[in-house]
């Protein structure tokens, strides 16, 4: 039982390992979108700060276009998390299933330990009690 057993604690250190590299992933994927939006925030407050009346046409337009595109890259960037996180709860999920597996298999293997341990003891309180017998008879 004991191969089934490291294999099982393998396969959830892989899961666990696996687990991490999904959350680090996604955290920076989270990061990407709040500099994504701090990024048009200031953007913003810098245009609004200005003023737009120092704006000739063709500026007040390269403005707008990259307002939109950065509001497409933002939302681009959103579904992407929603993705990952889909994936994210998969992996987790993955890993509970693991994590569960290999504790049931460490119970049944202290099951059976436990039972050899009470086998082993019955042995000595045999022999023990036999030993005591012949003295007695002797």
Do not use: C
């Amino acid at each position: 039982m004991q191969p089934v057993q490291r294999l099982a604690r393998n396969r959830e250190q892989e899961a666990v390992q696996k687990l991490g590299r999904s959350q680090q992933y996604l955290d920076a994927q989270q990061a990407k979108l709040e500099e994504l939006r701090a990024y048009r925030e200031q953007y913003t407050r810098d245009f609004a700060d200005n003023g737009s009346s120092g704006f000739d046409a063709s500026r007040m337009q390269d403005y707008r276009v990259f307002l939109s595109r950065l509001g497409e890259a933002i939302r681009q960037q959103e579904a992407l998390i929603v993705q990952f996180q889909s994936q994210h709860e998969q992996t987790r999920r993955d890993w509970i299933e693991s994590r569960s597996h290999s504790q049931a298999i460490d119970k049944v293997i202290e099951g059976y330990r436990r039972q050899e341990r009470r086998k082993q003891d019955r042995r000595e309180q045999q022999e023990q009690d036999e030993h005591t017998q012949r003295k007695r008879k002797e």
